[in-house]
């Protein structure tokens, strides 16, 4: 008797490992990554590159006026599945704000590089000015 109650109870932690798997699955491993701060997450299309330069240029600039601990950018491929179907990404180049793991903003507008900036400098705020 004791041989099946534990045979039973171990049948039902198997049966519910699975179970509970699905349910952490959900959220991408690279938005479990992302802290608090704010990250601009690019979604890039290798066959987009000419189109993708104004944000690369745009991302280079404010990264550049910024030190490492005010700003997190991330190139996302359009391969990785996951992300581009968790934040139901439907163009390329398209440029995601994330706080922590919360979708803020997307941008969608010019591509244009001073506009992009523009977009970009509403969420990351860091000292521009030469001490």
Do not use: H, W
Request: glycine share 4%; hydrophobic share 35%.
């Amino acid at each position: 008797m004791a041989f099946t109650t534990v045979r039973n109870a171990a049948m039902t932690f198997f049966f519910m490992l699975p179970l509970t798997a699905c349910t952490t699955q959900g959220t991408p491993a690279m938005i479990q990554d992302l802290d608090a701060e704010t990250s601009m997450l690019l979604f890039s299309d290798e066959d987009n590159i000419s189109e993708e330069k104004p944000y690369y240029r745009a991302l280079l600039k404010k990264s550049n006026n910024c030190s490492s601990d005010n700003i997190d950018i991330k190139i996302v491929s359009s391969g990785k599945e996951d992300m581009v179907d968790y934040l139901d990404v439907t163009g390329y180049p398209s440029l995601y704000v994330m706080e922590g793991q919360k979708l803020k903003d997307k941008y969608e507008g010019s591509t244009e590089s001073s506009e992009i900036e523009t977009f970009i400098n509403q969420y990351i705020d860091c000292d521009t000015s030469d001490e």
